[in-house]
């Protein structure tokens, strides 16, 4: 059986001399995980399409027991990001957080649609690491159903903007009332809307806000303490990027 579809590679490894294991997040069919056979040999056709941050389209050959590629044309190869250590360490935990994140040989568009733009901006220094961070982290929760309640307060209703305070543990806010029973984070100005438009917004709008910087930061240490709460995971990648931004 064959498969075509775009994807974006989002994981490498070498299983030999020369082949490759990589995993794809593919619009159509998710994550999946297949062989490029003799990917390392300078002629290869698949060498430039099949290595990380690759986008393209794939021919993918469904054998019994695993997935191979059999032929990769590039689209978007995202040299740019490894110009800098510091985008490239931030593109790897894109990467691994759609790995663990997006649906298994199931739709994935809008995760696809989220990296890739989230790619483009950092190669091209579009936006700030700091906000493609906070945008990645809460929006892919969001699709991959972890989306926080953030329209009122979870206890009584209240739909005030200012003086809101969110429970990562939870998922919900609260106001100054009922914030006396819940563990929460007070949010400064600027933030909650920051994170209702993150979780809300259409594709089109998705990267169009600003905040001061300090304020970003915050936002940014918000979205990653909700998603570490949420999957209880640890991401190698999050901790080298901190390392590499110092």
Do not use: W
């Amino acid at each position: 059986m064959k498969l075509s579809t775009d994807g974006l590679i989002i994981r490498e490894q070498q299983t030999g001399e020369d082949d490759r294991l990589v995993t794809l997040l593919t619009r159509d069919y998710g994550v999946l995980r297949a062989f490029v056979r003799g990917a390392k040999r300078i002629k290869s056709k698949s060498q430039s399409a099949t290595q990380l941050f690759a986008y393209g389209n794939f021919s993918i050959y469904r054998g019994k027991d695993a997935y191979s590629i059999d032929e990769a044309q590039p689209i978007e190869i995202f040299f740019d990001l490894r110009n800098d250590i510091e985008a490239l360490s931030l593109a790897q935990y894109f990467c691994e957080l759609a790995g663990e994140l997006a649906p298994v040989e199931d739709d994935a568009d809008e995760y696809l649609k989220l990296v890739l733009n989230a790619l483009h901006m950092l190669s091209k220094n579009k936006r700030s690491h700091t906000q493609l961070k906070a945008i990645v982290e809460l929006r892919m929760m969001s699709l991959s159903g972890y989306m926080p309640d953030l329209v009122a307060c979870g206890d009584c209703g209240e739909l005030t903007d200012s003086g809101m305070f969110f429970s990562p543990v939870e998922g919900q806010i609260f106001c100054g009332e009922c914030v006396k029973d819940h563990t929460c984070i007070a949010l400064p100005n600027g933030t909650l809307s920051a994170m209702r438009h993150i979780c809300y917004a259409e594709n089109a709008k998705l990267f169009n806000f600003n905040l001061p910087d300090e304020s970003m930061s915050f936002l940014s240490d918000v979205t990653e303490k909700f998603l570490l709460t949420q999957t209880a995971k640890k991401f190698k990648t999050l901790d080298f990027y901190k390392m590499m931004k110092g």
